[in-house]
Every structure is written in C-alpha cells, then in structure tokens.
C-alpha cells in the first residue's frame, strides 16, 4: 500500500510528476507543487480530459479566457479537453499535491 501524502523530496526544484497509472485509456498522476507555476505564457492543451482534485496546499488555476479557479483541500474540477489552462499560483509554504486523471 503507498500514500499519496508520503514520498515528498524536502527539496523540489521542479514539480513532481509520479504516474500511478498508465494505460491506453486512463493515466493517473500525483502531481507536488511547492511554489510552482506554468512558465510564462504556456499553456497546458491536452487531447484528453483531466479530472483533478486538490489533496493537500492550495493552488489557483487560470483558463485562456480568464478564468481564474482557487482550490483547497478537496476541491475537484473537470477540465475538458484542449480548455487551455495554466497553473497561475501555488503555495510556497508547503507541499500542493494534486491527483489528476486523464482520460478519453
């Protein structure tokens, strides 16, 4: 048995990218921020659909028009696919750790 909370480096220079699950039709990851944001101006445009929920941290989201989405321990949101989207805020102090499911 593993726990999504446990395993986090005391450093992270780089979010942290652990595939659960890979398959043909499903990849599941957790992801750890630690003050991390999407680059600049890129912007994520999946061919799949993205379920995430937020375990632990906090985190902002912005969507190409705008849209800006806080989340907290708990919050989930579907975010279909090709809806450009960024990481615009996470917290600094602690770990965010995020569980997303793609799928198609």
């Given amino acids: 048995m593993k726990n999504l909370l446990t395993d986090i480096p005391g450093t992270l220079p780089d979010e ?3 595939t659960l ?22 912007w994520y445009d999946q061919d799949t659909n993205e379920f995430v929920v937020l375990l632990k941290g906090a985190a902002t989201l912005e969507f190409e028009k705008g849209r800006m989405v806080g989340l907290e321990p708990g919050n989930w ?5 090709h ?4 990481v615009a805020w996470t917290d600094e102090s602690s770990e965010t750790v995020w569980l997303a499911v793609h799928y198609t």
């Fill in 16 to 18: 942290l990218f652990d």
């Fill in 21 to 42: 699950v890979d398959t043909p039709s499903v990849c599941i990851q957790r992801i750890v921020s630690r003050g991390h944001t999407t680059p600049g101006d890129d």
């Fill in 77 to 81: 949101l579907q975010i279909p696919a």
């Fill in 83 to 86: 809806a450009k989207h960024r």
